[in-house]
């Protein structure tokens, strides 16, 4: 009896030792499989950086935003004509001039929404603007592109012909753009920006002049070293008067420049056939050809201050 009851105390000994080990092997082949899908579990796309490093090209607006508590300063110059009948050595190649000159500010009220306050010497126009970052593109490509909305009013306070504003509405225009950019590769960055122009009073006063028009840009930035790329920038105005205008005659832009990251600083040097900086003006008033001299030299400075104090702090 005594043997009886020891064999079936070892047998259930057995068999509880058995289940356990089973148990054991379950739950770490259970553990290694969910680690290994874990691992192998394709990661969440994160947003792409730096598709440009200024919110600013030559002519064009890019998807970029100052970032929340940061303030960009911006100087934008335009010099005059290298040749051409108003260039050349007479005015030491458009250096004694100066067909505009931009000073603005942009805040950051959040990562993704800026606003902004400038005032161009072209017309003495002072503009105010709206940006916001509506798409970031990701790294997995789930979301391709890039896109950011631009708003901007213009007001002119002064005119040579200061009789034409008999009504103050006449002294307001209008930007609005859709900026969509891509960012192919660490060199490589694209964009295009569809785009509306609104003027309520356009010139060149003349009765066919459009008070609105469509307009595309297209830009893209190619780095050749870690902090210097080509710039490239243009633009179309759809205009039927502008296409068919003989005096003056208007001509699409075209920028070509060199852009160079200084730490706080983006530095773009440049040559186009644009005199005017703000988009209300340039959209509507190219009248310089590039084949006859009329081109020019320019150039964009862009510095950051950063009122985080969280960023302060860390330095």
Not at 61 to 71: C, F, H, S
Request: proline share 3%; hydrophobic share 40%; aromatic share 14%.
């Amino acid at each position: 009896m005594k043997r009886s009851l020891l064999f079936a105390a070892l047998l259930c000994s057995a068999i509880m030792a058995s289940a356990q080990t089973k148990s054991d092997s379950t739950t770490k082949a259970s553990s290694t499989d969910s680690l290994m899908n874990t691992l192998s579990s394709p990661e969440k796309g994160e947003p792409v950086i730096a598709t440009f490093k200024a919110t600013r090209l030559i002519f064009s607006q890019t998807t970029e935003t100052v970032k929340k508590k940061e303030l960009n300063f911006l100087v934008i110059h335009r010099f005059g004509d290298i040749a051409g009948a108003q260039g050349g050595g007479k005015t030491f190649f458009g250096l004694d001039n100066s067909s505009d000159i931009y000073i603005g500010f942009e805040y950051g009220i959040s990562d993704n929404f800026n606003i902004g306050l400038g005032r161009s010497k072209y017309e003495q126009l002072i503009d105010m603007h709206l940006k916001y970052y509506l798409l970031h593109q990701t790294t997995d490509n789930s979301v391709p592109v890039a896109v950011s909305l631009f708003l901007k009013g213009g007001f002119k306070p002064y005119h040579v012909e200061t009789n034409i504003y008999d009504n103050f509405a006449n002294r307001f225009a209008y930007f609005a753009q859709a900026i969509v950019a891509r960012k192919f590769s660490s060199a490589l960055s694209l964009q295009i920006s569809p785009s509306y122009v609104i003027d309520n009073i356009p010139f060149p006063l003349a009765p066919t002049n459009e008070n609105n028009f469509f307009a595309i840009s297209a830009a893209g930035r190619l780095k050749f070293s870690k902090r210097m790329g080509i710039v490239l920038d243009y633009f179309h105005p759809f205009s039927r008067f502008r296409n068919n205008s003989v005096d003056p005659k208007f001509y699409d832009g075209l920028g070509v420049g060199l852009e160079i990251e200084t730490g706080g600083h983006v530095f773009t040097i440049n040559l186009s056939n644009a005199q005017a900086i703000s988009e209300i003006n340039y959209m509507s008033n190219t009248t310089s050809n590039w084949a006859k001299g009329q081109f020019r030299l320019g150039f964009t400075i862009s510095r950051i201050f950063d009122f985080n104090k969280k960023h302060k702090s860390a330095y």
